[in-house]
């Protein structure tokens, strides 16, 4: 089970780090990510880490802005938010996968998770 914690209230330009913590089984060699759903619309991947200490993608909207990085030691991942925008406003979602995909598009589809948190509000004011 992953358990996500960290969201809350920001104004824009702050900043905040999301944690989430696996327990049951450890990921240190699967991916494991963020996404976020903004009210009205679609969940929409945010960055994942391929293995612990591994390769990394972003999504464009939060590329040089977000940080994601993981505690082996832990068994958990965190997203450092930096820079935080009003359009950055969502529940934020941790994922992991034990699939195998090629590509970096693979890890970029809600579809291809088997394990998600429960979510954490991120709202962020003007």
């Known amino acids: 089970q992953l358990q996500a914690s960290g969201g809350g209230l920001v104004q824009a330009g702050g900043s905040l780090r999301l944690s989430c913590a696996a327990s049951?089984?450890?990921?240190?060699?699967?991916?494991m990510g963020w996404f976020r759903q903004a009210p009205g619309k679609e969940r929409e991947f945010v960055a994942v880490?391929?293995?612990?200490?591994?390769?990394?993608y972003y999504a464009d909207s939060v590329k040089g802005r977000f940080t994601i990085s993981r505690d082996t030691a832990k068994n958990s991942v965190y997203l450092q938010m930096n820079s935080l925008k009003p359009e950055d406003t969502a529940v934020y979602y941790c994922?992991?996968?034990?699939?195998?995909?090629?590509?970096?598009?693979?890890?970029?589809?809600?579809?291809?998770?088997?394990?998600w948190g429960q979510g954490t509000l991120v709202t962020v004011s003007s």
């Open positions: 994922a992991a996968t034990t699939r195998a995909g090629s590509g970096t598009s693979y890890y970029t589809m809600t579809e291809h998770y088997d394990y």
């Open positions: 049951g089984r450890t990921f240190i060699r699967y991916p």
């Open positions: 880490e391929r293995w612990s200490g591994g390769v990394t």
